[in-house]
Structure formats: C-alpha cells, structure tokens
C-alpha cells in the first residue's frame, strides 16, 4: 500500500527539501503515517475528507496540480512508455522533462 511507501519517502524528503511545511493526503496516512510526520519531523498533515453531507465525487484540493503535471509528462513521447531497464534511467528523464517544462 502506499502508505508503507511514504515512510521509505520521509527520510528522503527531509535531506533535499528543507523547505517543507506540509503533506497533503488521503485517509490511507492517518494514524502512525501521520503521527510521525507530525511528532518526529514538524510538518503539518491535512488529510483530505469528503463532506459528509456530499455523496459522489469531491475532488480534492490541490489534486488538480499533481494531476496536471502527470499529464504533461505525457506530451514526452519517451515518458509515454517504459523503456528503461532502471529505475534511475526513468527518474532522470522525469527530471529532464520537468527541467524542459521549467524552462518554457
């Protein structure tokens, strides 16, 4: 499940991102996910709730940015497929590609 991932990710987001104040979420990180962000590394959790008067689809917020970078990701024709045999090759051609979308 994701949320086993996102402790691998803790200890790396803190070395390159000092700049870091807070996590959105979905429910999968309540609990032990969610306290040690906020007891061990001081960084405010918002877990995402539907209202519970609202029934069907509630987009979330902030959603939409993530969303929108994973679409353009698409617009590299060498990011439509996976190609790499490595892991670390897909990694730097994500990067390149963001690089490419920073600079436009």
Do not use: C
């Amino acid at each position: 499940h994701d949320s086993i991932g996102g402790f691998d990710l803790l200890w790396k987001i803190e070395k390159v991102s000092h700049r870091m104040k807070l996590i959105r979420t979905d429910k999968a990180y309540q609990g032990e996910f969610s306290d040690m962000v906020e007891n061990y590394y001081k960084w405010k959790m918002e877990i995402a709730q539907k209202p519970p008067t609202v029934k069907g689809f509630v987009p979330q917020k902030g959603r939409w940015q993530v969303e929108r970078s994973f679409a353009w990701l698409n617009n590299f024709r060498r990011l439509s497929k996976d190609y790499e045999r490595l892991p670390e090759s897909s990694v730097a051609f994500i990067q390149v590609a963001f690089i490419s979308i920073l600079l436009k």
